[in-house]
């Protein structure tokens, strides 16, 4: 029989290639998707290329959507900066303007077209509402929305003669903490040292180790850095990110 | 009092020109937005900007998306024909090979993007479900699942105190006829001359006409360029579009 398809969402981030893994041990044929979006981080592209190659993707397409033209967050606007240094507690307070506004509802858009074209029922994406529970789009009923949108605006959804034929929108990280997310991916034998999280790349120093390969270094101090340090110490797994 | 602002989506067809006007009648600022997506009429995007400088936009931004990629349509993929002299009847059977995978969600998530940088709660789509039935998503249960997924997407959404901060989807031509939508655009003085419907543009002969500035013709015997014809015929309008 042949293996049914799905979209996964690769960021070239820690948690979507823990989620591509997933969508692989549950069967799928993966078609990855990527986005050029005027990332302040665009590094993780790379990453993303190197996660699918290495988890054995049917195929990878990246996509270019100006989200510059629109400005509003850190991420995409050089006059808006990264926050350093925060707790916890202050990451989980109010939406953080590393928020991209709309940005996982375009992402997801793509992606379903992307089921559509490709005869897909199931999309991955690695979205988390444990440690990103400031970011609106990160949300299960956000999730559920969506997936009552797809079913909807799509000939999939419309010509589905039953459940099995709908849309699903899966994310299989959601309420996992990162701690757990690392457990599960190191079990499914992600190579974490080609993920990329840091939002603000610094310059690395001129080195013969081989993660200077990327020429950058994760800063350490953004709240995704400061989540994937935290993430694999709880986890007890080697991080081996190239810190500054 | 400052006007409030409102999303446009203006793709150069009478059916946009018409909503952008009627937003101006009810007192918005709009802010258009049309996306430049590989369709074979990238010429609507020279009538979607004589369209917002003709009703006074208060800004227009043009979104490239590379829906080409995907393929899957006749009109982002040149190995697919445009039909061509369908009765209405053909038209109004299943999904048209002119339907584009997800394109009105995608779309409607940019849009969504722009009314969050703007801070717009109202986000016009000349969508229209009478001679569009067979897409999936010119439905009204398709805007209003969009609705839901808008407030629970975005920070606007999220931090609306009352129905009034909220987000809508206003779609004044979903249920109306193309002959009604004429008579309603006629009333507001939009210029049907400077808009563009047919998905199949034709080479125009050397001629001396006004209109030959834009070098094409309207093929008349696609579904658009049909319906488009019967419209102005219904509503008793002169048709000003240059046909083959």
Redesign the interface.
């Known amino acids: 029989m042949e293996r049914r398809s799905a979209v996964v969402l690769v960021s070239g981030g820690l948690d979507s290639a823990t989620v591509l893994a997933i969508a692989n041990e549950r069967g799928f044929r993966c078609h990855a998707i990527s986005f050029r979006y005027g990332q302040r981080h665009a590094i993780e592209l790379q990453a993303a290329a190197a996660v699918c190659q290495s988890l054995g993707a049917h195929s990878h397409?990246v996509?270019?959507?100006?989200?510059r033209?629109?400005?509003?967050s850190a991420l995409t606007d050089d006059g808006i900066a990264v926050p350093q240094g925060r707790s916890s507690r202050e990451m989980q307070s109010g939406?953080p303007v590393t928020?991209?506004?709309?940005?996982?509802?375009?992402f997801?858009?793509?992606a379903?077209?992307?089921a559509?074209?490709e005869g897909a029922r199931d999309i991955f994406v690695g979205v988390n509402a444990v440690d990103y529970s400031g970011y609106?789009?990160c949300?299960p009923?956000?999730l559920a929305?969506?997936q009552?949108?797809?079913n909807?605006?799509?000939?999939i959804?419309?010509e589905a003669n039953d459940v099995d034929g709908r849309i699903r929108i899966q994310a299989p990280l959601v309420s996992l903490s990162k701690a757990q997310i690392i457990s599960e991916g190191t079990r499914l034998h992600v190579d974490y040292g080609l993920t990329w999280s840091c939002y603000d790349p610094q310059p690395a120093a001129p080195t013969l180790e081989p993660l200077a390969r990327l020429k950058v270094r994760a800063c350490a101090v953004c709240d995704s850095c400061l989540i994937r340090k935290q993430g694999f110490s709880d986890a007890g797994v080697n991080d081996p990110t190239p810190y500054v």
Chains 1, 2 share one sequence.
């Open positions: 397409r996509v270019d959507v100006d989200l033209a629109f400005g509003g939406i928020y991209v506004p709309a940005r996982n509802t375009i997801l858009s793509f379903l077209a992307l559509e074209v609106p789009d949300r009923e956000y929305a969506f009552t949108l797809a909807l605006a799509t000939r959804g419309i």
